[in-house]
């Protein structure tokens, strides 16, 4: 047994779901749907979805929740495009009078949904040192960072390095555990850098349209051939994995068409728009058995630097019709949901980069700001405002809203943890620039259980093991790991019975998530088993499901010429492990047989002449084949004249 390049950094290309046995108050892991699935009350957690819907441009949140209290101050700042006060939609009159809102009047599919207790309103949201470039804006958004010293420059996205830690190996790789992509953006062309991992294989694939046969679409972005030299920093690592896509979507063409004809929408009638159809789809392919965990749609058009608003008219214009849209899509999305008894497996937020001035600009809307708002939809969220209107009276230099209340990664992190069952460890690994306390967005009934959360269950989890016979003669065991706290060491473990093992190796712990290598060089003929034992610095030890590999006994061991280059003759010398039969060939490089004879082999040491005298000067294989007609050796033989 030798240890051989046991760490990589690369991702394994198979996931094969690991049974684990041995813990106490554990059951073995029943799929690869996610790793916290681990005792039978996280089954629940374990099927479940978030939808993100991006409002790309920067969305005025100061039309879309209007503070009542607030109203003069509001209506002095935006003398041209403040939305009527009589034609409000008073949202809630059980909160505090401070916090009263008023919802844009596009928005009544919204207020149903919130009388039915499935909208909660974050307000006041941004991340530190607000950057109102979109550009960099979104990148901060998806890297997961914001805009102070030291903490941007990610060249992955938190949802990709959330999937590939809660995942390994599966992102590109579908198996009887994961069979579906990680992440699907739909709505967009371009690809979300939210889904960048450092994994070759991307954990998202990108689709748009509604046809069965053809809705998913190869991303060309970057057209031409593969780009050889990339520039440096954030541009050339977007281009980096919008090039990487494409694998991703051909690998999961057919699973994904599978999916999406197995599905069907309830009686539900969606609006006609790009939006609706995006949510449509998702709950189509939802209801045809996907596994994938994060969704994101889009809906472009907020950067309302004119005619946010109809002159005369506020009420109506470029920014309500968003909302109309947005309302009534997540409506008949909603609705749909639960209609197909899947309403209590998705959770929907919406985001965008940035919020607008709180002053109107002169053309009827509204400049690059700071502060916004985000929407949670679904069936398990906790229904009202969380937070409280900003403060008007209170602008930086006299334009902009000031006073975060809510850090954008608050929201992320709750929905991580308290909806997907994310661990500690794999929500630091998605938001890597600080700890951010939760928000109580999942009502207290739907919060998955710390005993479910990936990461913690268990100090070592593997995410793969596997055992396989490579050149005849060596199995090569391999294994990942999701998550090493207080790991050891591996052994790898041999029986010839199923039943009786012994350790033939042992590999120390790496003490954080890594791949793992070695061989068997000696392996037993006949049938082996292996498994792996993982060992705790406390002495607890768990074993890896059991890897079954047969390897046939060869009855010829060896082929050797002598002489060789010869002019006259040559012998074939065999060695055997028992009495068989053999056929000994002699072939010209030209194809043409010289020699094709049945042989007896006796045990040991065989020896058979070869006359060349009839042979023309040139190179000859001398070939052994078994009875199966197996080529178990040869060689080349020089004949000189």
């Known amino acids: 047994m030798k240890r051989r390049n046991f760490l990589k950094y690369t991702a394994p290309l198979t996931a094969t779901p690991l049974m684990l046995a041995g813990a106490p108050g554990m059951r073995p892991f029943a799929t690869h749907k996610m ?33 009542i209290a607030q109203y003069d101050d509001y209506a002095g700042l935006r003398p041209t495009i403040k939305i009527d006060e009589t034609a409000l939609i008073d949202l809630d009159t059980t909160l505090a009078a401070a ?99 450092e994994n070759a294989n991307e954990v998202a694939v990108n689709l748009y349209g509604q046809d069965p046969g053809g809705y998913y679409s190869l991303i060309n972005s970057v057209g031409g051939e593969p780009i ?25 063409a057919q699973r994904i068409t599978n999916v999406f004809n197995a599905g069907a929408n309830s009686q539900t009638i969606y609006p006609d728009t790009n939006l609706a159809d995006q949510l449509k789809t998702v709950a189509r392919m939802l209801d045809g058995g996907s596994q994938t965990k994060i969704f994101l749609a889009s809906i472009d058009g907020f950067d309302t630097h004119n005619n946010q608003v109809v002159s005369g008219s506020t009420s109506a214009g470029t920014h309500a019709a968003l909302w109309d ?40 809307g509204t400049d690059h700001g700071t502060l916004s708002n985000m929407f949670v939809f679904g069936s398990s969220v906790t229904s009202g405002v969380t937070g409280t209107n900003v403060d008007l009276s209170n602008l930086y230099q006299g334009t902009q809203l000031q006073g975060m209340q809510h850090d954008y990664r608050q929201v992320f992190t709750t929905l991580l943890q308290d909806w997907l069952g994310a661990s500690d460890a794999l929500v630091s690994t998605a938001f890597p620039t600080g700890s951010f306390s939760k928000i109580n967005l999942v009502n207290s009934a739907s919060i998955a259980d710390p005993t479910c959360y ?36 591996f052994e790898v473990q041999r029986s010839a019975n199923g039943a009786d093992f012994t350790t033939i190796d042992r590999l120390p712990a790496l003490g954080r998530p890594g791949s793992y290598e070695t061989y068997d060089e000696e392996p037993l003929f006949g049938v082996s088993y292996y498994r792996l034992k993982q060992v705790e610095t406390n002495g607890q030890h768990h074993f890896s499901r059991v890897e079954k590999i047969e390897i046939e006994r060869k009855a010829i061991k060896s082929l050797r010429l002598s002489p060789n280059p010869t002019h006259l003759n040559s012998f074939a010398n065999i060695t055997a492990t028992e009495n068989t039969t ?54 080349r033989l020089l004949v000189q004249r």
């Open 35 to 67: 790793l916290s699935a681990l005792v039978d009350n996280c089954a629940e957690v374990s099927q479940r979805a978030l939808v993100l819907i991006q409002l790309k441009g920067g969305n005025d949140g100061l039309n879309t929740v209007i503070p």
């Open 99 to 197: 916090d009263q809102v008023g919802l844009n009047p596009a928005m009544t599919a919204i207020k149903q949904m919130y009388d039915d207790d499935m909208v909660n309103i974050i307000q006041g949201v941004s991340y530190d040192n607000q950057n109102r470039s979109h550009f960099k804006s979104r990148d901060l958004y998806w890297t997961g960072s914001d805009g102070l010293p030291g903490n941007d420059g990610f060249d992955t996205g938190w949802m990709g390095r959330y999937l590939d830690a809660a995942f390994p190996g599966a992102a590109g790789n579908p198996s009887g555990g994961m069979q579906d992509p990680l992440g699907i953006q739909l709505g967009d062309s371009k690809p979300s850098f939210g889904f960048a991992s």
């Open 228 to 252: 050889s030299s990339l520039p440096a920093g954030e541009y050339g690592a977007e281009l980096n994995y919008i090039m990487g896509i494409e694998n991703s979507v051909e690998v999961y």
């Open 325 to 364: 849209t947005i309302s009534q899509a997540v409506k008949a999305f909603t609705d749909d949901l639960g209609n197909l008894g899947l309403e209590e497996k998705v959770m929907t937020v919406t985001f965008s980069e940035f919020g607008r001035k709180a002053v109107e600009n002169g053309n009827y």
């Open 454 to 489: 990936g990461g913690i269950a268990l100090p070592i989890e593997l995410s793969n093991f596997s055992a396989r016979l490579i050149n005849d003669e060596q199995v090569e065991i391999d294994w990942q790991t999701a998550l090493e706290i207080d790991a050891d060491y």
């Open 582 to 635: 053999a056929t000994l060939k002699v072939i010209s490089l030209q194809g043409m047989i010289h020699r094709n004879e049945t042989v007896a082999i006796t045990e040991g040491f065989n020896k058979f002449e070869l006359n060349v005298n009839r042979l023309s000067a040139g190179m000859y294989v001398v070939m052994v084949e078994d009875k199966r007609g197996r080529v178990i050796g040869q060689e």
